[in-house]
């Protein structure tokens, strides 16, 4: 496991070097508040990070094996990104797994945790 206070230290802004857009789904609710659909796919910004695979997992769920990649994202600090947001990477989605936070509390760097779903191509 990659320690979350060493990456952050050692980052500095040459690390940079992936594009990386942050996406979001205009949502339409009902009179009653439900969300009807998720609307057109929306750019909220594109930035330059750090993206770095921290664990592989593979779960077995009732139907299908699921394989779960997780990625910690840094960027320069931002306050614009939401846990309910999406990132495309490299032709990848990932899906925010918890709201982004202010590393160390500097405002210098935003850590965006997020995993990957990958579907097993194979059979076991």
Not at 31 to 60: H, Y
Not at 104 to 109: D, G, M, P, T, V
Request: net charge negative; with cysteine; glycine share 6%.
């Amino acid at each position: 496991m990659i320690s979350r206070g060493s990456i952050i230290e050692n980052t500095n802004t040459d690390d940079l070097h992936e594009r990386i857009r942050v996406v979001f789904h205009m949502k339409q609710r009902n009179s009653q508040g439900d969300i009807i659909n998720d609307g057109e796919e929306q750019t909220r910004c594109e930035v330059w990070a750090k993206v770095l695979p921290i664990s592989a997992k593979r779960t077995d769920g009732y139907a299908e094996k699921v394989n779960e990649i997780s990625y910690r994202i840094i960027v320069r600090y931002r306050t614009d990104i939401l846990p309910d947001d999406e990132i495309l990477w490299n032709g990848k989605r990932f899906q925010i797994t918890s709201p982004p936070y202010d590393a160390e509390s500097r405002r210098i760097w935003t850590v965006i945790e997020c995993r990957e779903m990958v579907e097993d191509g194979g059979t076991s």
